[in-house]
């Protein structure tokens, strides 16, 4: 390097390397929260912690079980579509009932078939039935069934590779989105903390005021007020702390951005998957974990979700025929199963 070479200007930053992927989810947080472009080296940091949660993400997806063949005829065949459905008709009927499925087929008119993304609501229950042990049958025996309802298609691709890379793209999206909630709860309560420190300070006016006039010649509240003013700092002190750990406002861009960035570089935290695997009978009993005591294992991955009643939901990957795709209910239909 020359001795002029140090006059020019230097470039410290370094370039930006995302991948595609990274790139367009930089953009949609850039849409959900605009001020993110004014802090520093946003993109770069963006991109660093987005490729953390897309690397651990996409591990999981990958450890999903391949695609199911969902329809009537593999019912019977495949152990897994015959836990989730309770009778072969099931499978065409509930599949056909989702919008976003008829609205894909339409987009796609040459796909013969659809890769989606099933949701499922399951149930565990603890019952009393019997067991035949050899020429003995024990009644009164303690088993446990699974059932699966409230069976929903939203997401739906073209392969099955195509479908899991929209998984882990929604699943990132959805941990940015928990940076995003926290940002806006760190927001509402330093407004809320400032409120209350006004309301503290107007307090303590008025308490240090009716030390004068004849409250002072007199005496009467002299040692309350000495009491209350002693609490009113401790909760003085207790503010200023709370407001000190949310940082200065003029380094809320600064902080929004380190919010979001921390979110995304822990996404085992946000992200709540198990993959559960389970031995049934033809009756969705459990039965024990040895092949010899019968049944057919399976597996499935099982969700908590922050948005759902019941809190967790099961999920498969399935594959289905535009051929079995049934014409999709009206209202009628539906109020025409209710009629005696």
Excluded at 120 to 134: D, F, I, N, S, Y
Excluded at 195 to 200: D, G, I, P, V, Y
Excluded at 286 to 313: K, T
Aim: hydrophobic share 40%.
């Amino acid at each position: 390097m020359g001795i002029f070479d140090w006059l020019k200007p230097r470039t410290a930053a370094k370039k930006h390397s995302g991948s595609p992927q990274i790139d367009a989810m930089i953009e949609r947080l850039l849409v959900l929260s605009p001020s993110l472009r004014l802090a520093r080296d946003y993109r770069e940091r963006l991109s660093s912690a987005l490729a953390i949660s897309f690397e651990f993400v996409r591990g999981l997806v990958q450890q999903m079980p391949p695609a199911h063949d969902a329809s009537a005829s593999s019912w019977a065949s495949n152990p897994s579509i015959h836990a989730f459905f309770a009778a072969p008709d099931d499978v065409p009927h509930a599949l056909s009932r989702s919008p976003e499925l008829h609205t894909w087929f339409d987009q796609h008119p040459l796909a013969r078939d659809a890769y989606a993304v099933l949701s499922m609501a399951m149930t565990e229950r603890h019952v009393l039935g019997v067991e035949q042990h050899g020429d003995a049958v024990h009644s009164d025996v303690a088993h446990t069934t699974l059932s699966f309802d409230d069976h929903q298609v939203r997401v739906c691709g073209e392969t099955e590779t195509d479908l899991r890379e929209q998984i882990v793209k929604r699943v990132v999206e959805q941990i940015a989105l928990e940076g995003i909630a926290r940002i806006g709860a760190d927001e509402s309560r330093r407004d809320a903390l400032e409120q209350e420190r006004a309301l503290l300070g107007i307090r303590r006016q008025l308490l240090t005021r009716q030390g004068a006039g004849t409250g002072e010649m007199l005496g009467g509240r002299r040692l309350s007020n000495v009491a209350e003013l002693a609490h009113l700092k401790q909760e003085i002190d207790r503010n200023g702390r709370e407001l000190a750990a949310l940082g200065l406002k003029t380094d809320a861009l600064e902080h929004e951005l380190d919010v979001i960035c921390d979110v995304l570089s822990h996404p085992a935290a946000y992200t709540h998957v198990e993959t559960k695997r389970v031995r049934l009978d033809a009756m969705n009993v459990v039965v024990g974990g040895d092949a010899a005591q019968g049944g057919v294992e399976i597996e499935f991955p099982l969700a908590r979700i922050p948005a759902s009643p019941s809190g967790e939901r099961a999920f498969a990957v399935v594959r289905f025929a535009r051929a079995d795709l049934l014409k999709m209910p009206s209202v009628f239909d539906e109020g025409a199963r209710f009629v005696i």
